[in-house]
């Protein structure tokens, strides 16, 4: 299955994300600590990285613009509790595929991470 890096400041929410992801039998790299998490993508080809959006130190999308350049192939997701217009146009912008909305709804993230490593994902919005 798929490498997939989870990128959240709050561990619980991470840890959710893993779980959900590992019982797909997907190979999963949990991070709390946005410069951790890039220096593992720039040392680990990953296929999928699931970012949260507010982080402590970095925006998420400002991490997203980080793997992109060092990888233009990863795919992306965005999470966030605080969606608004503005981050999902420029989630996608930036070359997310899909912008989900926290509670995580467990199998709508399956169905999103199922059809961008299929190659069957349109992006979404808010």
Same mark, same amino acid.
């Given at each position: 299955m798929a490498k997939i890096l989870v990128l959240d400041d709050v561990a619980d929410a991470a840890v959710l994300v893993k779980r959900i992801m590992e019982k797909k039998g997907h190979e999963v790299s949990l991070f709390t600590d946005e410069e951790e998490a890039l220096e593992y993508a720039g040392s680990c080809k990953m296929d999928l990285a699931i970012l949260d959006i507010k982080l402590k130190k970095?925006?998420?999308?400002?991490? /997203?613009? &980080?793997?992109?350049?060092?990888?233009?192939? +990863?795919?992306?997701?965005? %999470?966030?509790?605080?969606?608004?217009?503005?981050?999902?146009?420029?989630?996608?912008? /930036?070359? &997310?595929?899909?912008?989900?909305?926290?509670? +995580?709804?467990?199998?709508? %993230?399956?169905?999103?991470?199922?059809?961008?490593?299929?190659?069957?994902a349109l992006p979404s919005s808010a």
């Amino acid at each position: 299955m798929a490498k997939i890096l989870v990128l959240d400041d709050v561990a619980d929410a991470a840890v959710l994300v893993k779980r959900i992801m590992e019982k797909k039998g997907h190979e999963v790299s949990l991070f709390t600590d946005e410069e951790e998490a890039l220096e593992y993508a720039g040392s680990c080809k990953m296929d999928l990285a699931i970012l949260d959006i507010k982080l402590k130190k970095m925006n998420g999308l400002k991490v /997203l613009e &980080a793997l992109k350049k060092t990888d233009t192939s +990863i795919h992306v997701i965005m %999470l966030t509790g605080y969606p608004t217009l503005d981050t999902a146009r420029e989630s996608l912008e /930036l070359g &997310a595929e899909a912008y989900c909305v926290k509670p +995580i709804d467990k199998v709508e %993230l399956e169905r999103q991470v199922e059809d961008i490593l299929s190659g069957r994902a349109l992006p979404s919005s808010a």
